[in-house]
């Protein structure tokens, strides 16, 4: 029986992979049967998890959570409430009273709405903010050499741009275009060896430098409410590069995800059905 | 009145109680809380029981119609049918090993992971189109992804043995603070609509007409 079972599941992930040469009928069919398992399903495990335990039975069966339940009674009334607004919604199926609807709607809407503002407020406000509310005094700081580094090469990339392009491209002179060269490199050098002194010291941590760097470049990107110049256009620009990094590490990190399960696929089809590995 | 004001007074009632009993530490304020939170967690299964008829009605005049790809709409009614008749008429459907539940993980989780795993061809080719280090932010981005792809794998610790620790920055310095900073935005953006919507501001949800 196993076997039949996995066979099955193994056709259909055939099925679907058949779509990287074209939409064809296998792949329709594989797509098409999901949609109905997958709302099957989730039928099932809804009734069975909400509507028979806090509406059915405690109306019909007049049971609740195991416990016998009165007729008319408080407990009974708060389930036939649910029921009643469920039971609402369907009136889009007429027309004439669809807007019977908005009732039950406004419960939903108007429930998790409220449910939401103070968690949201908790979680992804104050919390982000207060864990990057960072001492920049350098007191454990594991990625110190790559920080840097970065920096380094920044700085580096900074004292080129301003010494070779802003002011010296004009010249003809071969040799004084190497000296600048020379010069800025020896500056970027500098640079980033005082950075990591700095830092090796423990008096400032670079990391958490670049954490709050990065946070309000990115805020100060996402705010509209001013024109995007001076100090502002300045941390904006930097926000754009921390956020082109930010969605270059959510690609990467997506392909991997996506990899390995395409992955885990190929182990089913050459493990688990065919046994052509171990 | 009927028709908007009570739906809206109803969704500002409901918004403001629950926003408030955060606030309240009362046992009775805990146990009202916890049964409309029973409420919605029902008016969420019959609206997905909506969604489900919905569906059958689709694929039924599909059927009806003779449309020309109507051999689909008979297997997802099979698939749909065949669900429910082994969820409410089998026994032990919730049990593990029941034609249910083997169903389940036999038919819809391998088409749903292959699915996913689809997009791992589509990514990179969509990646190959559209990754050009013509600008610094373009680098940047290209820079970051190729650097995580490779740190996470076995062969990026052969290639060199600081990618995974290029990785493991990237991700908790520069990318954490982006992610943050988007997160916030996101968040008072969901408390504002979430406030927008209380208030009668927001009233999208209610659809058009009267």
Known sequence: MTFIWTTIGALLTLSIYSFLYKDNPFYKFAEHLVVGVSAGYYLVIYYFNFIHPNVFSPVFLLRMGGEPIGFGSFLWWMALIPGLLGILLYARFFPKFAWVGRWALGVYVGGYAGLGISPVMQARVIEQLRANAVSVAGVEDPFAAMTNLALGVVIFAAMTYLLIVKRNLGTKNLLAKIGVLLVSAVMGYAGWWVLSLISSTGVVSLTNILLVVGLLGTLSYFFFSMKHKGLLGGLARVGIAFLMVGFGASFGYTVMSRVSLLIGRVSFLLHDWLHLID | ?210
């Open chain 2, 1 to 210: 009145m009927m028709r908007r004001q009570i739906p809206l007074a109803l969704c500002f009632i409901f918004g403001v109680f629950m926003t408030i009993q955060y606030f309240i530490p009362h046992h009775s304020v805990a146990d009202m809380q916890e049964r409309i939170l029973m409420w919605l967690q029902t008016l969420l299964a019959f609206a997905f029981l909506l969604g489900t008829v919905s569906l059958i009605k689709l694929h039924y005049h599909k059927i009806r119609n003779r449309a020309d790809d109507r051999a689909y709409s008979f297997v997802a009614l099979a698939g749909l049918l065949t669900m429910i008749g082994l969820g409410f008429f089998h026994p032990s459907h919730n049990l593990p090993g029941s034609p249910f539940s083997q169903m389940f993980l036999n038919v819809q989780v391998p088409i749903e992971a292959t699915m996913f795993s689809l997009l791992a061809f589509y990514i990179a080719s969509a990646a190959f189109r559209a990754f050009r280090a013509r600008t610094l932010e373009a680098t940047l981005l290209l820079v970051a992804a190729s650097i995580v792809m490779l740190g996470r794998v076995p062969i990026g610790d052969l290639i060199h043995e600081g990618l995974p620790q290029a990785t493991r920055w990237i991700l908790e310095v520069p990318n954490l603070a982006s992610k943050r900073g988007v997160m916030i935005g996101v968040g008072l953006g969901m408390m504002s609509t979430a406030l927008k919507i209380i208030l009668g501001i927001e009233r999208a949800w209610m659809g058009g007409g009267d």
